[in-house]
């Protein structure tokens, strides 16, 4: 089991980068294919990027692609998103999940994730 804490989260405005790390305790990073989710107020948990546990696989949402960018500390036991040109509609809860499945793949569906962080939250002013 592992135990997901996210921080980086703040108020930045339209066009800043924020970076945010999920810290992994319990069993080691390494162990998991790791994912970013948000979910901004009123609406559904959506998938933002993912990363297996290697680092060399990585998937984003057409919303960030160019944007955002996930890496991986597996010495560290922490994933990174680093978040730039920050949008007011990127503005939600950011979640970290991890997944012992094939943690060679990297995963979208939230379903795929067995556990979750408690989130951070991002609000970007216009």
């Known amino acids: 089991q592992v135990q997901l804490v996210e921080s980086g989260g703040g108020l930045v405005h339209a066009g800043d980068s924020l970076r945010l790390s999920c810290a992994a305790s319990?069993?080691?990073?390494?162990?998991?294919?790791m994912g970013w989710f948000r979910q901004a107020p009123g609406k559904d948990r959506e998938f933002v990027s993912a990363i297996n546990w290697s680092g060399g696989t990585t998937d984003y949402a057409d919303s960030v692609k160019g944007r955002f960018t996930i890496s991986r500390d597996n010495a560290k036991n922490t994933v990174y998103l680093q978040m730039n040109s920050l949008k007011p509609e990127d503005t939600a809860v950011y979640y970290c999940?991890?997944?012992?499945?094939?943690?060679?793949?990297?995963?979208?569906?939230?379903?795929?994730?067995?556990?979750w962080g408690q989130g951070t939250q991002v609000t970007v002013s216009s």
């Open positions: 999940a991890a997944t012992g499945r094939n943690i060679w793949k990297t995963y979208r569906a939230s379903l795929e994730y067995e556990y």
């Open positions: 319990g069993r080691t990073a390494s162990s998991y294919s």
